[in-house]
């Protein structure tokens, strides 16, 4: 899945790096919840989004606890990079506290947007050479039956991100 779009040159690392950190927040929240991600990688984590959203190239960013062997999501974070009139700048938090999550792993899935794919082949790997977090290609987890919460999101200066919240059954 990739979306296009089309950052502002007033759209700053500095503002990338306040969307990245209310997406830090929730990641603290869940960590404090359920013991993972590990505090240790959300910085990274956010320095990846705001890299690739300040440049344009973020279309979705996923975080969460799959069943690996399965490779389907008990609880799933989705971050949609936005522009324009549906942005909010809301607080972080609103997440699931009592999830029964023995048996799931922490993961994270990203997709690239449209503006990504027309770089070069080179331009790609420079891209991703400067990101801090190493990803490794994979499918996408799914999403069965469920509940999806959405509305909130972060933004700043015209740039940012929509997010849902999706309970498996």
């Known amino acids: 899945m990739t979306g296009s779009s089309t950052r502002s040159s007033s759209f700053t690392l500095t503002d990338a790096r306040y969307v990245g950190a209310k997406i830090g927040a ?3 929240l869940l960590n404090g919840y359920y013991g993972a991600p590990a ?11 705001a890299l690739l959203l300040r440049d344009g190239y973020l279309d979705t960013v996923d975080y969460g606890f799959r069943e690996k062997a399965t490779n389907v999501w008990k609880l799933r974070l989705r971050y949609k990079a936005t522009l324009g009139g549906q942005l909010t700048d809301g607080r972080p938090g609103s997440l699931p506290r009592a999830a029964e999550l023995a048996g799931y792993g922490f993961h994270s899935y990203l997709t690239y947007s449209t503006a990504y794919w027309t770089l070069t082949t080179a331009e790609q ?6 990101l801090p977090v190493k990803r ?3 499918h996408a987890p799914t ?6 919460t959405t509305g909130n999101g972060y933004a700043r200066n015209g740039a940012g991100v929509c997010r849902d919240v999706y309970l498996a059954h």
């Open 143 to 148: 999403a069965l039956s469920g509940t999806t």
């Open 39 to 49: 505090l240790d990688s959300i910085d990274d984590y956010v320095e990846e989004v």
């Open 26 to 28: 929730d990641l603290r």
């Open 136 to 138: 490794t290609t994979g």
């Open 125 to 130: 790997a420079d891209v991703k050479e400067d």
